[in-house]
């Protein structure tokens, strides 16, 4: 069992910035892909980046519409996964969550099935 709780959202301005955080605990959670998907209302849930564990490369991977703009990372130590996000703009806001998923292959990343666990989200806001 591997329990994930979100932290870091809020309301924000275009162009501002935020870092949201999740913290796993549990059994080896340090061996799973660890990845950030986001739900706006009305719309079904998206990926947005995943990050592999540092046994497959600690390799990331991001949607299109965020590439250049948020950044994955995980400290192993803490087993927290960290997702900062800049220039968020009214497309952003969602709510976030975290997922963590065993033996995924590259094609498997941005499959909201194929991940085991999930946090309760945190919502994320942008607006003027």
């Known amino acids: 069992q591997v329990q994930l709780v979100e932290s870091g959202g809020g309301l924000v301005q275009p162009g501002e910035s935020l870092r949201l955080s999740c913290a796993a605990s549990?059994?080896?959670?340090?061996?799973?892909?660890m990845s950030w998907f986001r739900q706006a209302p009305g719309k079904e849930r998206e990926f947005v980046a995943a990050?592999?564990?540092?046994?497959?490369?600690?390799?990331?991977k991001y949607a299109d519409s965020v590439k250049g703009r948020f950044t994955i990372s995980r400290d192993n130590a803490k087993n927290t996964v960290y997702l900062q996000m800049n220039s968020l703009n009214a497309g952003d806001t969602a709510v976030y969550y975290c997922?963590?998923?065993?033996?995924?292959?590259?094609?498997?990343?941005?499959?909201?099935?194929?991940?085991?666990?999930w946090g309760q989200g945190t919502q994320v806001t942008v607006s003027s």
């Open positions: 997922a963590a998923g065993q033996r995924l292959i590259l094609s498997d990343i941005a499959v909201v099935r194929r991940y085991d666990y």
């Open positions: 990050i592999r564990s540092r046994s497959s490369g600690g390799t990331t």
């Open positions: 549990g059994n080896s959670a340090s061996t799973y892909t």
